[in-house]
């Protein structure tokens, strides 16, 4: 894992095309800013891991090493013009 320290408008680029701001820090908070190509998907990782769960209790035991079936992304995920 790669561990950067940034402060409020800078930025970090991963792979030429997506950048990553640094919107506003507030305690233990940290807004972040994303800016991808459209064919790139973002979502937090918390609702990822709660959109996979059920799958598994349905897909009932061993499935955690299968791919999952379901292809839609979280509704949560924010799309933002790029």
Do not use: K
Request: charged share 25%; hydrophobic share 35%; with cysteine.
């Amino acid at each position: 894992m790669l561990v950067l320290s940034r402060r409020i408008g800078e930025q970090v680029v991963i792979d030429d095309n997506i950048v990553v701001t640094v919107i506003s820090v507030r305690g233990n908070q940290v807004r972040l800013g994303f800016t991808a190509p459209a064919e790139v998907s973002i979502c937090r990782q918390e609702l990822l891991t709660r959109e996979q769960q059920p799958l598994r209790v349905l897909a009932g035991p061993g499935s955690e090493n299968r791919e999952s079936p379901r292809t839609a992304q979280p509704e949560e995920a924010v799309r933002h013009s790029r």
